[in-house]
């Protein structure tokens, strides 16, 4: 179940990983934003910088949690780690940047704006913990992170069921900035507690 989970993140991460290209090829993706954001530069850098650089995030990082990878070529799990902290750095400023004009208003504005923050803000801190060395804080921080990085995900998946269930795009788009990301959370925190518990309990036996 581990191996087909694992197998599916990363075909999904792959596909929404890649799917940023098409929004330089084909016009009409940005409808729902007016004309004067459209023609913002500013909001163009920031958009297309945090779909470009987020894609790659969301292409790369799954990979880092593959123990066959860790073990048997710690270099390039440590190069992977780099480029996805970077990525996340930049994506994660920009998506900011856009969330304060998410469609929907003042509620998609926190739901995607409180993402980007706890995005960067696990992200930072696992980059930390594992420059002091601590691999076990390291592992925690970079699950909930690439818990984050999946919204993009999950945010495709939800989308479109809610836009047909609803009939409405704004208020599918309201419930979603917040569904994209906070089970993907718990579902991190389920994860981290259950390694947890993985830890604990040999020690308790020894004793």
């Known amino acids: 179940m581990k191996k087909a989970s694992w197998i599916t993140i990363g075909i999904l991460s792959t596909i929404v990983g890649l799917y940023p290209i098409i929004y330089f090829f084909i016009d009409g993706l940005l409808s729902s934003k007016s004309v004067e954001l459209l023609n913002d530069n500013l909001w163009n850098i920031a958009f297309y910088g945090h779909i470009t650089l987020g894609g790659l995030a969301l292409l790369i990082g799954w990979l880092q949690f593959s123990n066959k990878l860790r073990i048997k070529n710690t270099e390039l799990h440590r190069t992977i ?98 569904l994209c990301w906070v089970p993907n959370l718990i579902v991190a925190f389920l994860i981290v507690r259950n390694k947890r518990k993985q830890i604990i309990k040999p020690v308790a036996n020894n004793t």
């Open 81 to 178: 780690g780099k480029v996805y902290v970077i990525s996340v750095l930049f994506s994660g400023i920009f998506s900011l940047f856009i969330a304060v004009n998410a469609t929907g208003g003042i509620i998609s504005i926190l739901g995607f704006f409180t993402l980007g923050l706890i995005w960067l803000i696990t992200t930072i801190l696992g980059f930390k913990a594992i420059k002091k060395g601590n691999i076990k804080s390291h592992e925690k921080f970079m699950i909930f992170s690439y818990a984050a990085c999946f919204a993009a995900v999950t945010l495709r998946v939800w989308l479109p069921l809610l836009t047909i269930l609803m009939s409405e795009f704004n208020n599918a788009y309201r419930i979603v900035a917040w």
